[in-house]
């Protein structure tokens, strides 16, 4: 069982509104969670990067939450631009494993003119 | 600045062959870090390299193997192919020695491995 689970899989948006994407976690021990943007047949950017201690944080028109007691995470799209189409991916640190990183299997985000 | 490069962008092996990707980091970074990512699937962790070391290594045969040069630049062999290694491999670079873990990782654009 994957150790970082996205929802949903996919999702269809109109351009101009608001999307939230789900990330539900049980690495431990947990060292930072991150959200990247992955553009088809590119290497995934990272929007933005949260330890066990940050609740939320973002990046222009991106906005995380971090639940660390519940093992959740968020990531929400405000204003959502034909851009934003892409595969966004939560990925988890390991505090006790330098080097690695559990990756979700994404959700794909298709914006609509 | 120049990003983190890759080659070749694609590979087509048979079955049983060898591969080798290819991956240079950022200037100035020293940790190197591949990743698998099969069809449909979310980003395996394979190997990280730091200062020419292996440091970590996930959840793959010992058929994959790689190394780092002095130049930081690095290289990923997969030994007798199969099917199922057919996949996009990315490479990413960071800055430092903390593995990872609070450091931001910079992905390449990948190599896509077909195994026929």
């Known amino acids: 069982k994957n150790q970082v689970e996205q929802s949903p899989q996919s999702l269809i948006i109109l351009e101009g509104k ?16 991150r959200w990247y943007k992955q553009d088809t047949g590119r290497g995934p950017v990272s929007l933005t990067i949260m330890t066990f201690s940050e609740n939320t944080k973002s990046n222009g ?39 690695k990183l559990q990756f979700g299997a994404g959700t794909q985000v298709v914006v609509t003119p | 600045e120049a990003g983190v490069t890759q080659s070749p962008t694609h590979l087509i092996k048979t079955r049983g062959q060898q591969a080798t990707l290819r991956c240079s980091p950022i200037s ?58 057919s996949a996009l491999y990315l490479c990413a670079s960071s800055y430092g020695t903390s593995g990872g873990a609070f450091v931001e990782q910079f992905f390449g654009p990948g190599t896509r491995l077909t195994v026929l």
Do not use: M
């Open chain 1, 18 to 33: 608001n999307c939230t994407l789900q990330c539900n976690y049980t690495v431990s021990p947990f060292s930072n969670l």
């Open chain 1, 61 to 99: 028109r991106y906005t995380a939450t971090l639940d660390a007691d519940t093992k959740q995470s968020s990531l929400h799209i405000t204003a959502s631009q034909l851009s934003d189409s892409a595969s966004y991916i939560c990925v988890v640190s390991y505090s006790n494993s330098w080097g």
């Open chain 2, 28 to 85: 100035g970074h020293t940790s190197v870090y591949w990743y698998q990512q099969a069809l449909g699937l979310g980003l395996q962790f394979l190997l990280w390299y730091d200062e020419g070391e292996e440091r970590n290594r996930g959840n793959f045969p010992p058929r994959f193997s790689g190394r780092q040069f002095p130049n930081y630049s690095s290289e990923l062999n997969v030994n007798a192919l199969e099917l199922e290694d």
